[in-house]
């Protein structure tokens, strides 16, 4: 069995290749190159032609996503929610004195995207405490309302189950150029421990339950007052992040899960076959 992730350098003849000396061969790719047009087209010229030609095809659930897959000539769809890694995404231990530099009360952890910005200046001018890690926030036209918040540094191995541990609320923004009604932040902030507030969609109030296990909002004036309510009340916002954590157990929101699941579904396609 062959497992390609992402794909978006393996065309038809690479595939072919794979294919000779493997039984059974899946993609798993994250991003969203189904969409017609997909948002990153010349990226995913390659990868489209080829899909079709695995026996599973494995992507993250949005809207339309099957019949967009289906009509690429994909057999096999298999939809799924973003996961986090059992490893990677751990809360973390600090050791005397070291959370002291990555305390806050709310953090987001992301790239700057338009409209991104004019969300966080909100945030940023209710007074919240609030830091910002992520590429390319400094070319935001906003950039004079949020340069408080904005840490120049990116979060790479363990320092973003840091700095997602040492915050007291952790934010979920979405892509919409990538259609996200959920992201990877989805799963990870519940599995490091941390209270998670996100946009409020199908998708997170299939994953949560709203109020119990997650707080979510429909505009940043929401997220502000949702952010203030997690940080007046430490019973309340402990008792939700260790149930959000629970619940993504429940979920299978993890790695090991999701390949779990990727292996037994493309055998039973290979043993059909």
């Known amino acids: 069995m062959a497992v390609v992730d992402s794909g ?22 994250a991003d969203n ?46 939809l ?28 987001f952890a992301g790239a700057w995207m338009p409209g991104r910005d004019a969300f966080m200046a909100e945030l940023v001018e209710a007074g919240l405490d609030i830091r910002i890690y992520g590429n390319r926030w400094d070319r935001s036209p906003n950039f004079h309302r949020i340069k408080s ?23 979920v923004m979405l892509n919409d150029r990538n259609f996200d009604l959920h992201t990877t932040r989805s799963a ?31 505009d940043a004036q929401e997220c502000i007052a949702q952010c203030r309510r997690l940080l007046a009340d430490d019973e309340f916002r402990a008792r939700m992040a260790r149930k959000a954590k629970e619940r993504s157990v429940r979920n299978r929101t993890y790695n090991e899960f999701l390949m779990q699941d990727i292996v037994e579904r493309a055998l039973e396609i290979g043993r059909r076959r």
């Not at 339309?64 to 289906?70: N, W």
């Open 149 to 171: 918040a904005v840490q120049f540094k990116f979060l790479k191995d363990r320092d973003y189950a840091k700095a997602i541990s040492a915050a007291k609320v952790a934010l």
């Open 33 to 78: 190159p189904y969409h017609d047009p997909p948002p990153e087209r010349r990226r995913w010229s390659m990868h489209r032609r080829a899909a079709k030609l695995h026996d599973l095809v494995v992507a993250v659930k949005r809207d339309k996503l099957d019949e967009q897959m289906r009509a690429l000539g994909i057999r096999h769809p298999m």
């Open 188 to 218: 990870e902030i519940p599995a490091i421990g941390t209270a998670m507030c996100a946009p409020r969609t199908s998708h997170h109030r299939d994953m949560y339950d709203e109020g119990e296990e997650i707080l979510l909002f429909d």
């Open 8 to 29: 978006d350098v393996i065309g038809p003849r690479a595939l072919s290749f794979i294919r000779s000396v493997a039984r059974v061969s899946c993609n798993y790719n």
């Open 80 to 107: 799924i929610w973003q996961c986090a890694d059992e490893i990677e995404h751990q809360p973390y231990a600090f050791e005397d004195g070291e959370k002291d530099e990555w305390a806050c009360d709310v953090i």
